[in-house]
């Protein structure tokens, strides 16, 4: 599968329910953007449902998974809801955007090392945190490396790393073993939401101050 899709593993997990709510969000968020992922999740759910259907036994992970995937199948293009304009549908698919308590320029965006802006999705936690961020055109990331997983959907621009080029609708997922320095595409923001389930931990002097201040 190309690195800018979800493998098999996560994408199963996710048929299962068994994944935390914030990756969940991510994997629906993509897949509501990548037909060829969504495929994969049905042939995961047509498994499970003759499993399920053989052993007469009840799915426990079909809660989060059923609240997740209630907005899939709306037109994310569609008309501005009530809360969303039409700016926010059309670059925030669904299962995102219910966690949204605004449109994207009513929302209060933190300030995170110069002009990169976020919000958190979800309250952090001690280690981990799921974050919608917008990142300046051409900028180059601080290199760093992972103490968990990092997953990253694009919603609109796009950026690139050792790994691949990723635009909207891929996702970028990096572990313990990944040490990267992502480089925004030129001429556009790039707008993505982001899920770790441990901090990064960052390389060089501007690494230094952001690991003491504890922003990542």
Same mark, same amino acid.
């Given at each position: 599968?190309? !690195?800018?899709? &979800?493998? !098999? $593993?996560?994408?199963?997990?996710?048929? %299962?329910?068994?994944?935390?709510?914030?990756? %969940?969000?991510?994997?629906?968020?993509?897949?509501?953007?990548?037909?060829?992922?969504?495929?994969?999740?049905?042939?995961? !759910?047509?498994?499970? =449902?003759?499993? &399920?259907?053989?052993?007469?036994?009840?799915?426990?992970? $079909? =809660?989060?998974?059923?609240?997740? &995937?209630?907005?899939?199948?709306?037109? *994310?293009?569609?008309?501005?809801?009530?809360?969303?304009?039409?700016?926010?549908?059309?670059?925030?698919?669904?299962?995102?955007?219910?966690?949204? =308590?605004?449109?994207?320029?009513?929302?209060?965006? @933190?300030?995170?090392?110069? @002009?990169?802006? *976020?919000?958190?999705?979800?309250?952090?936690?001690?280690?981990?945190? %799921?974050?919608? #961020?917008?990142?300046? %055109?051409?900028?180059? #990331?601080?290199?760093?490396?992972?103490?968990?997983? $990092? #997953?990253?959907?694009?919603?609109?621009?796009?950026?690139?790393?050792?790994?691949?080029? *990723?635009? +909207?609708?891929?996702?970028?997922? +990096?572990?313990?073993?990944?040490?990267?320095?992502?480089?925004?595409?030129? =001429?556009?923001?790039?707008?993505?939401?982001?899920?770790? !389930?441990?901090?990064?931990?960052? @390389?060089?002097?501007?690494?230094?101050?952001?690991? +003491?201040?504890?922003?990542?």
């Amino acid at each position: 599968m190309p !690195d800018q899709q &979800l493998d !098999d $593993e996560i994408l199963a997990e996710f048929s %299962a329910g068994n994944l935390p709510e914030m990756k %969940a969000i991510l994997v629906a968020t993509h897949l509501t953007l990548c037909p060829d992922s969504r495929k994969a999740v049905e042939h995961f !759910d047509a498994i499970g =449902g003759s499993l &399920l259907a053989s052993s007469n036994g009840s799915d426990p992970g $079909e =809660g989060v998974k059923d609240r997740v &995937l209630a907005s899939l199948e709306e037109n *994310y293009g569609g008309e501005p809801s009530p809360t969303h304009d039409e700016e926010t549908c059309e670059l925030i698919p669904a299962p995102l955007r219910s966690k949204l =308590g605004s449109s994207l320029g009513d929302l209060k965006w @933190k300030k995170l090392g110069g @002009k990169i802006k *976020y919000i958190d999705i979800a309250q952090p936690g001690k280690n981990s945190a %799921a974050r919608l #961020m917008t990142l300046p %055109a051409g900028i180059n #990331m601080p290199t760093h490396t992972h103490e968990g997983t $990092e #997953m990253t959907v694009v919603l609109s621009g796009g950026f690139s790393d050792a790994f691949g080029r *990723y635009s +909207r609708g891929d996702v970028a997922v +990096r572990g313990i073993h990944d040490v990267h320095k992502p480089k925004v595409d030129a =001429g556009e923001d790039c707008l993505c939401f982001v899920v770790t !389930d441990a901090p990064l931990r960052m @390389k060089g002097l501007l690494g230094f101050f952001l690991n +003491r201040l504890k922003l990542w």
